[in-house]
């Protein structure tokens, strides 16, 4: 993968005292997954170009980890990263222009502090939002943009463009300003996977964006984007099995709360928090200059009340998201319907079917007319991550034993699914492969016969009211029932199990489409 | 010695079992040599003050382990036997083993005072709930032997007040004892009665496993007797009015409800009780011949359901007949095990935790079923569906329950066709599993519930408890028992359960297949030489090499209609087949391409379904092209990488060849940058040549290479490969890829040669590779001795002789996979070349070692699926596949 920094600063060659590199040499510096190269491909007095070529060795970046880490998977080997400007470039260019970065420059003080003319190409800059993206990060900060959007595979044009954007910045910026821009930068635009977060990133981000980031209008974006992704080592086998299956391993991901935003512009998102916000209550941690640490952590490492809130959940959407016109969280309007439901109905004992990373738990558990509170689901990714949010290793004994959480599937019968006042599948059902609905039925409504069933579902019907919607709201549903085909389904099951029903809306119910959830109470016998 | 048996409301099969004999009052002048009985399966509560000589009494007729001292549990959890203040502990952990004992079946002896109700009461309510008998055996010594004994004994520091007290306990006691709940109370009188008693173990009344058949067992009769005669007659019996024969000896089986509701009840229990009589038939309690005896004993029952019937009959009988009937009926038991355990008789069925248990609770199991307390729209009590849960190893067959057709359920089969509403007599042949009925003669008694209604079948439905944590699956091939750990059976399920095809056509996954010893010749990291090489070091004489597709590998399960995929795997929704990925999913996402697929490989199977006589095949194949499945894969990763690389590394050159320009020492880095330019086309070359339109099934291709099981036959277990090849081979239809393959003799240099430069001609023009595998079936079950199936293409002469190499069975891989070297840039990396050395380090242990379970565990679901097993069975098997797919094993390999 390839940088060059060019400048037609008069003399040009001074870029060599800027960067602390001889334009005459050709310098290595050994990283832990192959060598950095610096070389002058130009030097004049008119124009000089510095070139940062990172050979990466993607046998030894495998090779250098253990089995058990979380990228022990396929991919690894056949993998962007040897030619792609990826987390692993601004690492190494972290590491290289160390002092460049830091903005000191004994032999040309006046030029490291000022702005000079700079152009800076990568060929091949991973770019998850493709050009535009790039555009709207570099632009605000005095850049002159030209990214080309690089196609897939010329034999197959039906592919469409890579992920991958030719840039070139072209402006006069500080260079110290420059080369932290580009490392934050290009791994939030790369967005890729961190399997191999260190604790001290946050440290980094504020220290590399001091000078530029708290005034740039995507810091909520960039901050979000750089803090990435936290994976968990439980991922490795799905990982496997997804790969097994041909299948792309997001595609899999388990769905956790997924009601569509009300704009699909990721410049509409609130802000997240403020990186001196989070640097405040970020516990110290070592410092490290040289980039992105190379080793998996802990997820227990990076658990901090910072970090947690930085999280997001694959398939997520940003807290906060907001039904249309209304003023809040559908997720929150529904939990708080469904636990409104379960108290009317005077349920004690409640088991949250596919329970997610926990909320409607949580919310039940905080409420001690509940007395024994259980939730299941089928991804174990999900419950470690409930688990974590309810603060289970610290929770007191007495709310404790009000609490269950166990991996269950709701196609297998499951006696502990039994003897609970009410049951809650909340936007569950729309999860499952319509032929294999009836599984469930029998296991819910025919085997672990709770009192109550509560189900609630997205109305299909609603789905025009979200302006940037396209199919479904979520990838992960297999279908979206309008107001009519929920009810039919819920006549069949009552038939067959010998239950009463109730529908409820959930949400603005709006005459026409009615409320954007729809919700339905079952009751074992009653009268119809 | 003093008996006293107690008989029980409900009336236990072995306590009904037992005569009175004796009389506490005379029981002083006992014979010399005491014996007393006690189930084979009970609780044996010791009764006795402290020093009246248990533990020595225990010990001298018990094994150790069967008995379970206060004094021991006391010292297991206080370090002290006399720690009084550790007794409720100590009894806590006395309860728990006695408890888990029961639970599995053991005789246990409770070696503690129990001279107090309480006590006892305790530890017959234990034996209560776990459905076995409690006897209690008295020792009652004078007070002055216990005073002694205890005087003599270091540990025992309490004083003769202790004694005294507890034999007061024990006075009291004696007097209702009897009324306590025991089946029976031994009483031992004095030291010398104690010293000269012996014990002696009988087995329960339900136990007749000796009895190995084979059996005829008949459904719910209820009086049609000229229906029962025509049945015994068609199983071949010769039938008399009072009994019947069979002149190959087998004995027949009724599953009760010989009574009530049709024309003749006499005539059916005359003939049922000369056959009990004779030898030639067992029969257990229906609840009509209970609630008919009770009525005939003069209780009062509400007369209903076809008991007036009975009655009348019967009066019109000798009084001689009606009490010979009354005592049959009376002596009837609730269940039996039979042939080792393999069958459970029982009129309702019996769960597997009751099976040869003995109590009011399972004598009301098997008589009414699993009720549930609710009755439904025609006030007919609802019944738990206990038969869905069943995971039992018995066979159980029972009746009760009208059906239209007998089905299995989890190895369980209800045989009452409702001959008396007008149905037919159903008899099961065991243990050949056939079916065998008559029609009614007419309708004799109407049904309340209509009957024969068009049977919606009860589907199968999976316990989490199948497939959940550690499990250990015993597997036929290869031998022993496959271990599954917990996080990869939890990785596993939640792609089944998110994912999957239902579960009832998932009856395989395919197993990993390990390459070969790592090649040492220069530019390959895998050549054929080595896979020879190891099959002729096992053994193998002949091998197939199979063109690999490079394609994605697809499982088709196809019936041939509608109909014949309900009969065989319960799917109803009018499907006729499915077409899943190696992790269960459905192969497009589109169901209507899917359903496509599947009617074109019906069609194109249907002459192959005849040649096998199978309404339904499975069939292992490859889907071409590779982007028909994984584009999205493809794009997102191979694509990418190749997008990456063309732009990257021009510009890199270039900046490269300006520094040369420069005289700036770069020129290795650029010969080497030039190099990688070349090997990242080789590499686009490489995973495009797998990547072609498709729409709907147009450019679709299906290589199917293995037939994997049809009715009856788990063919992938017993069939060489040439013969699924051959038979593969006569497929008629375009959409069909033929799979080449040439056979190789490992003993003839030349043969080896030639399947290398295939294999050289097949790789050069980019193909993925090719598999070898031994031409044999794999090794036969644990305990056959000749491997079934050998081929035609190496007929014995044609072998060699028995090769001094020791072949394992389960140690031979069931297949190589050699790569080619363009393909292998898809898996190691569009510049593996430059680093071979570094890859050759590479370790197949862990791969081959999976490649064996899992292919192990495949051909077990295949052999239950064709067995005929319940649909859990299967499913356990091919989860574990899935399951151990998600070990973290190098995936390159």
Redesign the interface.
Do not use: I, K
């Given at each position: 993968?390839?940088l060059?920094i060019s400048t037609t600063l008069r003399p040009a060659t001074d870029l060599g005292y800027l960067l602390h590199k001889h334009p005459?040499?050709?310098q290595e510096f050994g990283q832990s997954y192959g060598t950095a190269?610096v070389?002058?491909?130009?030097?004049s007095e008119e124009r000089c170009?510095a070139?940062l070529?990172l050979?990466v060795?993607?046998?030894?970046l495998v090779?250098s980890r253990g089995?058990?880490t979380p990228d022990?998977?396929?991919?690894q080997?056949?993998?962007?990263r040897?030619?792609?400007a990826s987390s692993l470039l601004a690492g190494a260019l972290a590491d290289v222009f160390r002092t460049a970065r830091a903005g000191r420059c004994a032999s040309r003080p006046e030029l490291a502090a000022g702005p000079v003319p700079l152009e800076i190409?990568l060929?091949?800059l991973?770019c998850r939002g493709g050009p535009e993206l790039a555009h709207r990060l570099f632009e605000p900060l005095g850049w002159a943009v030209e990214a080309r959007a690089?196609?897939?595979?010329e034999?197959?044009p039906?592919?469409g463009d890579?992920?991958?954007v030719?840039l070139a910045l072209r402006g006069e910026v500080r260079l110290a300003d420059a080369l932290n821009q580009l490392y934050v930068l290009l791994p939030v635009l790369d967005d890729a996977k961190h399997y191999w977060i260190a604790p001290d990133e946050v440290d980094k981000l504020i220290r590399a964006g001091e000078s530029w980031l708290a005034a740039h209008p995507e810091r909520g974006l960039i901050t979000r984007r750089y803090l990435g992704r936290r994976w968990a080592l439980?991922r490795?086998?799905?990982a496997?099995?997804?790969?097994?299956?041909?299948?792309?391993e997001e595609?899999?991901e388990?769905p956790v709360e997924e009601d569509p935003e009300p704009s699909r512009e990721e410049g509409a998102e609130p802000p997240a928090e403020e990186p001196s916000a989070t640097a405040a209550e970020e516990p110290a941690g070592p410092r490290d200059e040289a980039g992105p640490r190379v080793g998996a952590v802990e997820s227990g490492a990076v658990e901090s009340g910072a970090v947690e809130s930085g999280t997001v959940e694959p398939g997520t959407v940003e807290p906060g998201t907001v039904e249309p016109g209304a003023k809040r969280p559908l997720n929150a309007v529904r939990r708080e319907a469904v636990a409104g439901v379960l108290r009317e109905l005077g349920a004690h004992t409640v088991i949250d079917l596919g329970c997610g990373t926990g909320q409607l738990v949580g919310a039940l558990l905080a409420d001690p007319a509940f007395t024994r509170v259980a939730g299941t689901d089928?991804?174990?990714h999900a419950l470690t991550v409930a688990a974590r949010k309810l603060r289970l290793d610290r929770m007191p004994d007495r709310q404790r034993e009000r609490l269950e959480l166990f991996?269950?599937?709701?196609?297998?019968?499951?006696?502990?699914f039994a003897g609970y006042d009410a049951a809650v599948l909340m936007e569950v059902v729309e999860?499952v492969?319509l032929?294999?609905l009836?599984?469930l039925e029998?296991?819910v409504f025919?085997?672990a016969r709770p009192g109550h069933v509560v189900v609630t579902t997205p109305n299909a019907e609603y789905n025009v009211r979200y302006e940037f919607l396209t199919g479904m709201r979520h990838p992960?549903h297999r279908f979206e029932w309008t107001r009519a085909e929920f009810a039919a389904w819920a006549a069949k099951v009552c038939d067959e199990y010998r239950y009463t029903v109730a529908f409820r809306p959930v949400g603005d119910d709006d005459p026409e489409l009615g409320p954007p959830t729809q919700m339905a109470v079952f009751t074992l016998g009653g009268t119809r | 010695m003093t008996e006293t048996a107690v008989p029980e409301d409900g009336g236990d099969d072995l306590a009904r079992a037992v005569p009175e004999t004796g009389d506490p009052a005379t029981g002083a002048a006992a014979p010399a040599a005491t014996e007393i009985a006690v189930p084979a399966m009970s609780l044996v509560v010791l009764v006795g003050v402290s020093g009246s000589g248990k533990s020595t009494f225990a010990r001298r007729h018990f094994a150790p382990t069967q008995v379970i001292s206060s004094d021991f549990c006391r010292g297991l959890v206080a370090d002290d036997e006399n720690d009084q203040a550790a007794t409720p502990d100590a009894f806590d952990v006395l309860h728990y083993i006695v408890r888990t004992r029961l639970r599995r079946g053991l005789l246990t002896v409770v070696d503690a005072t129990n001279v107090q109700w309480e006590a006892r009461r305790q530890l017959i309510d234990l034996a209560k709930s776990e459905n076995v008998l409690v006897d209690a055996v008295v020792l009652d010594v004078p007070e002055e032997v216990a005073i002694a004994r205890n005087e003599a004994r270091p540990d025992r520091d309490f004083g003769p007040q202790v004694v005294r007290r507890q034999r007061k306990d024990l006075r009291r006691s004696l007097g209702k004892i009897s009324r306590d709940g025991f089946r029976r109370v031994h009483v031992l009188r004095g030291v010398e009665q104690i010293e000269a008693a012996a014990v002696v173990t009988e087995k329960a009344w339900t136990d007749r496993r000796e009895l190995t058949g084979p059996f005829d067992i008949i459904g719910d009769v209820h009086g049609c007797r000229a229906e029962l005669e025509a049945l015994l007659r068609k199983l071949g019996w010769e039938v008399t009015p009072a009994g019947a024969s069979h002149p190959e000896g087998r004995t027949a089986v009724f599953v009760g409800d010989l009574v009530d509701r049709g024309p003749d009840t006499p005539g059916v229990l005359r003939l049922v009780m000369g056959m009990v009589a004779a030898g030639t038939a067992l029969c257990v309690s229906g609840n009509h011949e209970q609630k008919l005896a009770r009525a005939l004993n003069g209780r009062k029952v509400r007369v209903a359901h076809g008991l007036q019937e009975s009655l009348d009959q019967l009066s019109a009988e000798p009084e001689e007949f009606r009490t010979a009937a009354l005592a049959f009926m009376d002596g009837l038991i609730s269940h039996y095990q039979l042939d080792g355990g393999g069958l459970v008789v029982a009129h309702a069925g019996l769960k597997e935790a009751y099976h040869g248990r003995a109590s009011g609770r399972v004598r009301s199991f098997a008589l009414y079923g699993d009720t549930t307390g609710e009755t439904d729209e025609y006030g007919l009590p609802v019944r738990y569906p206990w038969a869905r849960e069943y995971r039992g190893r018995a066979m159980v067959v029972y009746g009760h329950t009208p059906v239209p057709e007998p089905e299995w359920i989890n190895n369980t089969i209800c045989l009452d066709t409702g001959v008396v509403f007008g149905g037919r007599l159903t008899a099961l042949r065991y243990p050949s599993r056939e079916i065998v009925s008559v029609p009614a003669e007419k309708v004799w008694y109407e049904p309340v519930k209509p009957f024969a209604a068009p049977g919606h079948r009860d589907p199968e439905t999976l316990s989490i408890d199948d497939v959940r944590g550690t499990r250990h699956i015993e597997v036929r091939y290869g031998g022993g028992r496959i271990k599954v750990r917990e996080e990869n059976s939890a990785a596993a399920l939640e792609i089944m359960s998110r994912f999957a095809v239902d579960p009832r056509w998932l009856v395989y996954l395919p197993p990993t297949m390990a390459p070969p010893e790592t090649s040492r010749l220069d530019g390959h990291l895998e050549h054929p030489a080595e896979a020879f090489a190891e099959f002729a070091a096992a053994g193998v004489g002949r091998v197939v090499c199979e063109e690999k597709h490079m394609g994605s590998r697809a499982v088709a399960v196809l019936a041939r209609t509608p109909e014949a995929a309900a009969a065989r795997f319960g799917v109803e929704d009018g499907s006729a087949g499915a077409v899943y990925t190696r992790t269960g999913r459905p192969f497009f996402d589109d169901a209507a391409v899917i359903g496509a697929l599947v009617d074109r490989l019906r069609s194109a199977c249907a002459p192959l379904m005849d040649e096998l006589g199978s309404d339904w095949l499975v069939l292992d194949c490859e889907l071409l092209p590779w982007s028909a499945k994984a584009e999205g894969l493809i794009r997102n990763q191979y694509a990418s990488v190749g997008a990456a690389a063309r732009t990257a590394l021009p510009e890199t050159i270039a900046a490269l060849e300006a520094a040369a320009g420069r005289g700036l020492g770069v020129g290795g880095l650029l010969d080497r940058t030039r190099r990688r330019l070349d090997n990242a086309a080789r590499f686009r070359d490489a995973y495009a040549r797998y990547c072609w339109p498709v729409s709907g099934l147009e450019g679709l291709r299906v290589a199917p290479f293995q037939i994997l099981a049809c009715e009856g036959r788990a063919t992938a277990a017993t069939e060489p490969h040439s013969w699924h090849l051959e038979a593969l081979s006569r497929l008629e239809d375009p959409l069909i890829a033929p799979t080449r393959h040439v056979y190789v003799d490992l003993d003839s240099e030349e043969s080896r040669q030639a399947a290398t430069v295939w294999w050289e001609a097949l790789t050069a023009e980019g193909g993925e590779g090719m598999v070898v595998k031994p031409l044999t079936a794999p090794a036969g079950p644990a305990g056959s001795t000749a491997p079934p199936g050998r081929t035609g293409a190496s007929g014995p002469e044609g072998e060699a002789e028995p090769r001094p190499v020791e072949v394992r069975p389960g140690r031979v891989q069931p297949g190589i996979k050699v790569r080619g070297r363009e393909y292998l840039r898809i898996i190691y990396g569009p510049d593996y070349t430059e680093s071979l050395d570094v890859l050759r380090n590479r370790f197949l242990g862990r791969k081959r070692s999976l490649a064996l379970r899992e292919h192990a565990l495949g051909l077990e679901a295949l052999s239950r699926l064709a067995e005929g097993e319940p649909l859990w069975r299967v499913h356990e098997a091919v989860f574990a596949v899935l399951a151990l797919e998600s070990e973290p094993v190098d995936p390159r390999l």
């Open positions: 993968m390839l060059t005459d040499r050709v190269r070389f002058y491909p130009e030097a170009t070139a070529m050979d060795d993607p046998v030894r090779r089995r058990s022990y998977a396929l991919g080997y056949v993998n962007d040897p030619y792609a190409t060929p091949a991973p690089v196609p897939l595979d034999g197959f039906e592919w890579s992920r991958y030719r439980a490795t086998a799905f496997r099995l997804a790969e097994l299956g041909d299948d792309v595609d899999l388990p089928v991804s174990a991996q269950g599937a709701l196609t297998y019968t499951d006696d502990r999860h492969d032929p294999r009836p599984a029998r296991v025919g085997a992960d | -």
